[in-house]
């Protein structure tokens, strides 16, 4: 008996405990989300986050006297992330709601999306970051093409060992490569969770500090539904629970390698050429002896 599905470990004809022994080890590979209850725990706020509707819904509320915040039951190492998100409505100057990953320690990685709100009628602005070792300072920042408090929209992080893409509702806003070999540290050794919060940053979210929160609006809430990882699980033992280094497509369908095509390509542009306020990449007032090194790489590449 073959084992012919992308969504198996091999594609080799076993005896039938071997092939229920496979079939096991490749089921704690992928992570199939949808539920809260199973997939994540709310780790602060006192009350303030809530998991409703059987774990289709979670929601984290801020007031002024605290925020809230949860975090995944699991580890990952590589993967794809998926969450729906509807931000909080009107006057949302001076909440930032994140939806990121994060490792460990003192050197941590870190893929970041952050909201950041803003006066009633004006956009929300979505910031983005990548940390190596500790090292972040790579911020881009995007306007999107709807309302993100109106609706629920897929917010979406794919992480692997040739890139990161972050992608709003299916289209890539932002791709940062590794460029190792450049002397540009890259997330691909430390496991990180997936971590969402919302909190007060009026010192700087909203125009510089300058827009404060109206705290006779509060509570704000965010909601979230429809988390779906796809991704490597990190093992308790402290190695992933399906191998990182291989390149084969079949053995990790999470994996997803693969540069991004030339639809996707000509989608990022897009989204660059019309909807980016700011790219770290372009701020020579912020690096007047040099713009960092995927910057110069990235444009001549």
């Known amino acids: 008996m073959a084992l012919s599905s992308p969504y198996f470990c091999s594609n080799a ?4 405990f071997l092939l229920m022994s496979t079939i096991l ?15 994540v725990e709310i780790t602060w706020g006192d009350g303030r986050g809530k998991i409703m509707d059987k774990g289709k819904i979670l929601a984290l509320s801020l007031d002024q006297a605290s925020g809230s915040g949860f975090q995944s039951k699991n580890e990952y190492l590589y993967g794809k992330f998926d969450m729906k998100l509807k ?11 994140a939806y990121y990953l994060r490792s460990q320690g003192s050197s941590w990685d870190e893929i970041d999306f952050e909201f950041l709100g803003n006066l009633s009628g004006e956009p929300y602005i979505v910031h983005t970051n990548v ?9 881009q920042q995007f306007y999107v093409w709807f309302d993100p408090t ?15 893409v972050f992608y709003v509702d299916g289209k890539p806003i932002r791709e940062f490569k590794n460029l190792e070999p450049f002397g540009v540290p890259y997330p691909k ?3 990180m969770r997936i971590y969402s919060s919302i909190w007060n940053a009026d010192d700087w979210a909203t125009r510089g ?18 988390l779906r990882v796809n991704a490597c699980i990190w093992s308790n033992n402290g190695v992933p629970s399906c191998s990182a280094n291989s390149n084969s497509s079949t053995n990790n369908p999470w994996r997803l390698s693969q540069e991004l095509d030339s639809t996707s390509q000509k989608r990022l542009k897009w989204v660059q050429k019309n909807y980016m306020v700011y790219n770290y990449c372009t701020d020579t007032n912020r690096f007047p002896q040099g713009l960092p090194v995927e910057c110069t790489v990235s444009a001549n590449s």
């Open 25 to 39: 080890n490749c089921l704690s590979n992928i992570a199939l989300g949808g539920n809260f209850y199973q997939d």
């Open 131 to 139: 940390y190596s070792q500790g090292k972040g300072d790579r911020e």
């Open 87 to 97: 931000l909080v409505p009107g006057n949302s100057a001076g909440i930032v709601t």
């Open 209 to 226: 500090g300058l827009v404060k929160t109206n705290w006779s609006q509060a509570p704000f809430t965010s909601v979230f539904k429809d």
């Open 150 to 164: 109106a609706n629920f929209h897929t917010y979406s992080i794919l992480w692997n060992a040739g890139h990161v």
């Open 13 to 16: 004809s076993f005896p039938l």
């Open 189 to 191: 050794n430390q496991s």
